[in-house]
């Protein structure tokens, strides 16, 4: 199995698998299955809008699989529909592998997870899918595949829980300019919890959102150094913070038309490594 693809088999799954909609489908399969094989209808009868919009429907044949269901959701997100085709017309650098799991769950009539990365796509997309297989109806020896999909993290989202949760103070501006195209101000646009007390911005709805009219820009000279050094690349200072007695190693930078720092609270010499 290629790097891009990583998959667990069997009694694996459960173990592995974390997104709720998988674990249910998981449990309900392995239910059935120690009475009898699943059928379609067991799952395709009884099935959300939401479970159908990320799902797919791949009908066995000899070498190959077709498409009789393509979830609006996946369809969405990849541009277009492969329903009514095979899976050998999906032009995908992963297409041998995701044959060969196929095979393996439908061969074995077992369960197979795995998760890979969407390549048909310009952001990159880390994709979670549980392969579960199905008789097409009782004494019918015809193998269905129902393969749910779900998104597991993409660029955006990423970004976002980075932005979220970082240790790091994270302020994101729109910065003011004079006539002389200098930086006068900045409107705080997004912050994180952790920028909280270099902003003083508490409440986005209530608080004044310049961020000049923070504790540690309304020094003149801290803001000359950061507004006048920005325009040529990343400009940091060592600053402290009044209301908290905190000290910050403080990066601003321009990206693209913001105006962005990053605040990394010193820690005490204790906490510290000492080289040499």
Known sequence: MSAEVRSWFGPAVANVATHPGVRALVAKWLQIRAEREPLLSDFWNTADQQMMDSSMLFMKLDDDYTYLHHGRYLCERIGFSMQGLSLRNLRTRVRSQLIELYDRATSQFDLIYFQSFADFAQDVVLWG????????????????????????????????????????????????????????????????????????VQDHTADDLMLRAGPVFSDDALWRHFARGVPGGMVSAEISVSTSGSRYIASGELIDDYLVFHFAEQKPFDESFVIG
């Open 129 to 200: 899918r549980l392969c579960l297989p199905l008789r097409m109806k009782e004494g019918d020896d015809r193998v269905l595949l129902l393969v749910f999909c779900h998104m597991i993290e993409d660029k955006a989202s990423l970004f976002r829980t980075l932005f979220t949760h970082s240790r790091y103070g994270i302020i994101v501006t729109w910065p003011i300019y004079n006539a002389k195209r200098q930086i006068d101000d900045a409107w705080i646009i997004n912050q994180n919890a952790a920028a909280m007390p270099i902003t003083g």
